[in-house]
């Protein structure tokens, strides 16, 4: 059983940075694949970045490569979505999520999610 709780969403302006927090419960962090995911209002959950559990796996959406980083800390069972230059268009609820196995685009392959954090950017 793994518990998310992520933490560092607010409101901002166009092309601002944020960074988000996932602290994970449970003394085999490393074994998980982790992921954000964001939902939209009236849009699909979608995939942002994921990271394997050593972290020599990362997977980006195309319209967050170059300007979103996704980075982990295994000795503080934390992922972090750094993100910069942020858009209008990124506005959404920000999730967090684990699962074992590879890194996932589908939301279906990921067994534990977090309770969401809201991003808004305004132009």
């Known amino acids: 059983q793994v518990q998310l709780v992520e933490s560092g969403g607010g409101l901002v302006e166009a092309g601002d940075s944020l960074r988000l927090s996932c602290a994970a419960s449970?003394?085999?962090?490393?074994?998980?694949?982790m992921a954000w995911f964001r939902q939209a209002p009236g849009k699909d959950r979608e995939l942002v970045a994921g990271?394997?559990?050593?972290?020599?796996?990362?997977k980006y959406a195309a319209s967050v490569k170059g300007r979103f980083t996704i980075t982990r800390d295994n000795g503080k069972n934390t992922v972090y979505l750094q993100m910069n230059s942020l858009k209008p268009e990124d506005t959404a609820v920000y999730y967090c999520?684990?699962?074992?196995?590879?890194?996932?685009?589908?939301?279906?392959?990921?067994?534990?999610w977090g309770q969401g954090t809201q991003v808004t950017v305004s132009s």
């Open positions: 999520a684990a699962h074992l196995g590879a890194v996932a685009t589908h939301r279906d392959e990921y067994e534990y």
């Open positions: 449970g003394r085999t962090f490393s074994v998980y694949v």
């Open positions: 990271i394997s559990g050593s972290g020599g796996g990362i």
